[in-house]
């Protein structure tokens, strides 16, 4: 048996990297059964049937997965924002936040367009910047034709599985297209033109870059809460965590409660104002959401 990792699949053919190179593999029938599809990012174990082929016995488990691209074991998320068109936008900003960590991803801010942008959306973008960089979050800026932007987010990709997400039209082709110039993937967002239902026939792939495995297709579609709890909520939010077991009642939603510790935070203007705002926000849309049966 060979230890692997599968980086890329294709109808039905997993692509599995190992020490013994790339193997191109079937997932054994029995998975069918169990209603278990082996994932790109998933650690498995294969069986070689020759040089270059094998089947796959055992997936391992997964420390996460992803629906849209589907991957398993993604560790890091690059939230692509731009700077302007469209507008720098905080609250969507946090949504993406708040998604990437509860699936236990570490999340990259990269804000786009600065090229792009006027004196005083610079200014505006500088000033968040330097806020969610307060909060413990890693932003970095980033211009067409800067290489030094470049360098800097490369740095990021050792040892690490990303995927990219954001908005349409923030540049997120542009930015993989940068990293990776030989890999010219389509700009203009590929979504619009494929349409909705055809993205199955397309395949996914993790691409090595700097050593490090990067997704080709941007990750976190769906931007809805549909699988986090109103009590779960504050621990997405990173500046928060720290105040939410001083509360005074066990499974303090921060709200209306009385003797709330992250409320106080706020006012001592230690947590920031907008950001508990977003996180009010998310709750009710949290609380509205129908019961799941
Ligand atoms: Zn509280």
């Given at each position: 048996?060979?230890?692997?990792?599968?980086?890329?699949?294709?109808?039905?053919?997993?692509?599995?990297?190992?020490?013994?190179?790339?193997?191109?593999?079937?997932?054994?029938?029995?998975?069918?059964?169990?209603?278990?599809?082996?994932?790109?990012?998933?650690?498995?174990?294969?069986?070689?049937?020759?040089?270059?082929?094998?089947?796959?016995?055992?997936?391992?488990a997964r420390k996460n997965e992803?629906?849209?691209?589907?991957?398993?074991?993604?560790?890091?998320?690059i939230i692509v924002h731009s700077a302007c068109q469209p507008t720098f936008?905080?609250?969507?900003?946090?949504?993406?936040?708040?998604?990437?960590?509860?699936?236990?991803?570490?999340?990259?801010?990269?804000?786009?367009?600065?090229?792009?942008?006027?004196?005083?959306?610079?200014?505006?973008?500088?000033?968040?910047?330097?806020?969610?960089?307060e909060i413990g979050y890693n932003v970095q800026l980033f211009s067409l034709?800067?290489?030094?932007?470049?360098?800097?987010?490369?740095?990021?990709f050792p040892d690490e599985v990303t995927v990219l997400t954001g908005q349409s039209g923030v540049g997120k082709s542009t930015l993989l297209n940068r990293i990776r110039p030989d890999l010219s993937i389509e700009t203009g967002e590929i979504s619009k033109t494929l349409g909705r239902g055809k993205h199955t026939t397309r395949h996914v792939e993790l691409?090595?870059?700097?050593?490090?495995?990067?997704a080709d297709t941007p990750g976190f579609s769906s931007l809805e809460f549909t699988s986090i709890e109103p009590e779960q909520l504050s621990l997405y939010f990173k500046e928060m965590k720290e105040f939410v077991h001083q509360c005074k009642f066990r499974g303090c939603l921060h709200h209306k409660e009385p003797q709330c510790a992250v409320k106080q935070a706020v006012k001592d203007?230690?947590?920031?104002?907008?950001?508990?705002?977003?996180?009010?926000?998310?709750?009710?849309?949290?609380?509205?959401?129908k019961p799941r049966y």
């Open positions: 048996m060979i230890e692997g990792r599968i980086v890329k699949s294709l109808s039905g053919f997993y692509t599995v990297k190992s020490d013994k190179g790339l193997f191109t593999c079937k997932g054994r029938g029995v998975f069918r059964n169990q209603n278990i599809t082996p994932l790109v990012g998933d650690f498995v174990l294969f069986k070689k049937t020759d040089e270059q082929t094998g089947y796959i016995t055992k997936i391992e992803l629906i849209r691209p589907p991957i398993a074991n993604v560790t890091q998320a936008n905080p609250l969507l900003l946090d949504r993406f936040l708040v998604l990437v960590e509860s699936e236990q991803i570490s999340p990259m801010i990269v804000i786009t367009k600065l090229d792009l942008a006027s004196e005083s959306e610079i200014d505006r973008v500088n000033q968040f910047k330097s806020e969610y960089e034709h800067e290489e030094q932007a470049l360098t800097s987010i490369q740095r990021f691409i090595e870059i700097n050593d490090g495995l990067v203007e230690e947590i920031n104002s907008f950001r508990y705002e977003h996180y009010i926000k998310f709750l009710q849309e949290i609380m509205l959401r």
